[in-house]
């Protein structure tokens, strides 16, 4: 089956440092590949994707290469700010239900960036 | 827009009670809402697919009769957890689907 296997944590850094959890993927199909980030008491939000092989996914200074041949899709960032300590979670989509395609999560990486 | 909310956020129950979570589409409608349950450091595991008029479906190794889920309209669902246990105690999180899934800020359940 489906499985995401990411970067464990915790990760602590200081303000502007580089970024970057390590995320790969099995599937049986041609997944689409997405980060999702968790802040402190909140439900989780897309923070970016990728829908096929060589694409790149970036959004508020992250990014995250498609990689087919490694079947990888690390998150980066060039430089981190104490608001962006939240839980990271890779997640691909392989399967439909219906109208709506199910996600298969990694275990999530805690990030906290020291001032 | 976007927002999906669940209540309670917070759940104490005694063993052998059931406890209803509560999983709502704000400002849109939802015909998929998915349940997800997480264990400490622990990825979120699907639980089971909710299609509003139809019954819901169940992954591997999830107790339907345990796991009671409603989807009685396209802005709510329900999970029922039936005679909880202590082994029940997590984090349990529902997303709604409007072209991408959108997800509620979870509820924090411990059976004693």
């Known amino acids: 089956g489906d499985s995401v296997t990411q970067m464990e944590g915790p990760v602590t850094l200081s303000e502007e440092a580089f970024l970057t959890i390590n995320c790969t993927y099995t599937a049986t199909g041609y997944p689409s590949l997405f980060w999702y980030v968790q802040y402190p008491g909140e439900g989780l939000q897309l923070l970016l994707k990728?829908?096929?092989?060589?694409d790149k996914g970036s959004n508020k200074g992250f990014e995250a290469t498609y990689r087919k041949e490694t079947t990888s899709f690390h998150l980066e960032k060039g430089s981190v700010q104490v608001s962006d300590s939240a839980v990271y979670f890779c997640?691909?989509?392989?399967?439909?239900?219906?109208?709506?395609?199910?996600?298969?999560f990694g275990s999530g990486t805690q990030l906290t960036v020291l001032p | 827009g976007a927002v999906v909310s669940q209540h309670p956020s917070r759940v104490i129950c005694k063993s052998g009670t059931s406890v209803k979570i509560e999983c709502r589409s704000l400002?849109?409608?939802?015909?998929?809402m998915f349940w997800y349950r997480q264990f400490p450091k622990k990825s979120l595991m699907l639980m089971a697919t909710s299609n509003e008029g139809s019954k819901a479906t169940y992954e591997q190794g999830v107790e339907k009769d345990k796991f009671l889920i409603n989807h009685a309209s396209l802005t709510l669902s329900t999970l029922t957890v039936t005679s909880a246990h202590p082994e029940d105690s997590s984090f349990y999180i529902c997303?709604?689907?409007?072209?991408?899934?959108?997800f509620g800020p979870g509820t924090r359940l411990t059976v004693l």
């Open positions: 990728a829908t096929k092989a060589d």
């Open positions: 400002d849109f409608q939802a015909t998929t």
């Open positions: 997303s709604a689907t409007k072209n991408e899934q959108f």
């Open positions: 997640a691909l989509s392989d399967r439909n239900s219906g109208s709506a395609r199910q996600l298969t």
